[in-house]
């Protein structure tokens, strides 16, 4: 369940992808789940970064927890 109780949002597929990321996978694992370019999962997680103002992967996963965006039953 998202509260969002923070200003920060992400689309559904920046989410779907951040819940992967948060799973272990690797960006090209992740392009094969989800039928796209391993150049289209990059530039989600670049815009996911920048929107979470973090510098990496699994500083992104912990704001995004941090602001309600991803709870740990999604993980």
């Known amino acids: 369940m998202r509260h969002n109780k923070s200003k920060l ?13 948060a799973r272990g996978f690797s960006d090209k694992e ?3 789940k989800l039928f796209v370019s391993k ?3 990059n530039n989600h997680l670049l815009n ?15 704001e995004a927890i ?8 999604e993980i």
């Open 9 to 21: 949002s992400l689309s559904e597929r920046e989410l779907q992808i951040l819940i992967l990321v």
């Open 66 to 73: 941090k602001h309600d965006l991803l709870t740990l039953a």
């Open 48 to 62: 996911i970064l920048k929107k979470l103002n973090t510098k990496n992967r699994v500083q992104a996963v912990i």
């Open 39 to 41: 150049s289209t999962v």
């Open 30 to 32: 992740i392009a094969k």
